[in-house]
């Protein structure tokens, strides 16, 4: 068994899942998930997670800028309620504000733009989401 984590960059129209085979490996991107229903992508989640062996799954929470709750929290609140309803493992939530803007960074600073940006900015930040999560279990 494997100490695999995964990380969830939940979108309203795609959910970006990033990988860390052990906390003492990199986050790389894994795959996009496209948004059906929450039951569904639950499913996909959780298969996905019984696939890699993942013991933990890192969910971006979207604080706004100042720090308080809004409407995108409270929807992934739900949203995480279902899956530790469904995941044997430990789920944690971490804050994902600007993981997206610094996904974007990376990818025009290397020159991916337009669609072929589009198709892999939630992998990507849900790579920034998990690289937070391990730096702080590192430190």
Do not use: C, W
Not at 21 to 26: A, M, S, V, Y
Not at 107 to 134: H, M, P, W
């Amino acid at each position: 068994m494997s100490d695999a984590i995964l990380a969830l960059d939940l979108g309203t129209a795609r959910i970006g899942v990033a990988v860390a085979e052990r906390l003492d490996l990199p986050a790389l991107p894994l795959t996009t998930i496209a948004h059906t229903n929450r039951e569904a992508d639950i499913g996909a989640i959780t298969a996905l997670a019984l696939e890699r062996d993942a013991t933990t799954l890192v969910v971006g929470y979207p604080l706004r800028l100042d720090g308080t709750r809004g409407p995108a929290a409270e929807r992934v609140d739900r949203f995480v309620e279902e899956l530790r309803a469904r995941f044997t493992g430990e789920v944690v939530l971490v804050d994902e504000r600007l993981t997206t803007a610094a996904a974007t960074k990376r990818l025009t600073e290397s020159g991916v733009k337009g669609t072929k940006q589009r198709r892999v900015i939630d992998r990507l930040a849900a790579v920034e989401i998990l690289e937070s999560y391990l730096a702080r279990r590192r430190a």
